[in-house]
């Protein structure tokens, strides 16, 4: 079971990013998917999540309108594309994954994104 986010990096203000989360090993058609992040000294947070079929999305509300999570099932991946990008969106985005028979979980090892001018 692998899950490998990339994507991140240093953005402006305002700016726009696109992460990636790249699975193998399960399979990612019955997972339920999220981001979440997790800024120094505080708790890991959920940012979005969206159903495994990807019909239904709910995102954190400091990001709604701003954040849309997606899935492509055919590829095993999950994006977040984030924009208007804030200082506070600074963190470590983590993605995961839930079974949602078993509510098996599985997390990738995180990306960095750092908003600063």
């Known amino acids: 079971v692998q899950l490998v986010e990339s994507g991140g990096g240093l953005v402006q203000p305002g700016g726009s990013l696109r992460l990636s989360c790249v699975t193998s090993?399960?399979?990612?058609?019955?997972?339920?998917m999220s981001w979440h992040r997790q800024a120094p000294g505080k708790e890991r947070e959920l940012v979005a999540v969206?159903?495994?079929?990807?019909?239904?999305?709910n995102y954190a509300d400091s990001v709604k309108g701003r954040f849309t999570i997606t899935r492509d099932n055919a590829k095993n991946t999950v994006y977040l594309q984030m924009s208007s990008l804030k200082p506070e969106d600074t963190a470590v985005y983590y993605c995961?994954?839930?079974?949602?028979?078993?509510?098996?979980?599985?997390w990738g090892q995180g990306t960095q994104v750092t908003v600063s001018s």
């Open positions: 995961n994954g839930r079974n949602s028979a078993t509510n098996y979980s599985v």
């Open positions: 969206i159903t495994s079929a990807g019909g239904r999305t």
């Open positions: 090993g399960f399979t990612f058609s019955r997972y339920v």
